[in-house]
């Protein structure tokens, strides 16, 4: 089995900063890529951030500046620091990441259950 488990998201005034954590656990080989996508209300499931295992990274536009993700490959973790939240980042924020499970198997995409961030004006 495999887990994705989401902390740090919360409510928090414009302006403002949290910091989103995911750890993967459970029986896996490695980690590939791994990010982090958000859905707001009404809204498509969106890119926010990713990162490779070599710490190339990748963002989406209206983050650039804002937001950064890290990842600690021994602790197989991933983060996204996020500052200077404007309401408009207000979604459930999930995190995925590319397990390759057995030698003879490709790496295939995992998702968490999601935290809500939430950013009042």
């Known amino acids: 089995q495999v887990q994705l488990v989401e902390s740090g998201g919360g409510l928090v005034q414009a302006g403002g900063s949290l910091r989103l954590s995911c750890a993967a656990s459970?029986?896996?080989?490695?980690?590939?890529?791994m990010g982090w996508y958000r859905q707001a209300p009404g809204k498509q499931r969106e890119l926010v951030a990713t990162?490779?295992?070599?710490?190339?990274?990748n963002y989406a536009d209206s983050v650039k500046g804002r937001f950064t993700i890290s990842r600690d490959n021994a602790k197989n973790l991933v983060y996204l620091q996020m500052n200077s939240l404007e309401p408009e980042d207000t979604a459930v924020y999930y995190c995925?990441?590319?397990?390759?499970?057995?030698?003879?198997?490709?790496?295939?995409?995992?998702w968490g259950q999601g935290t809500q961030v939430t950013v009042s004006s």
């Open positions: 995925k990441a590319e397990l390759k499970r057995h030698p003879w198997t490709d790496y295939v995409p995992y």
């Open positions: 459970g029986s896996f080989l490695s980690i590939n890529a």
């Open positions: 990162i490779t295992s070599r710490g190339v990274t």
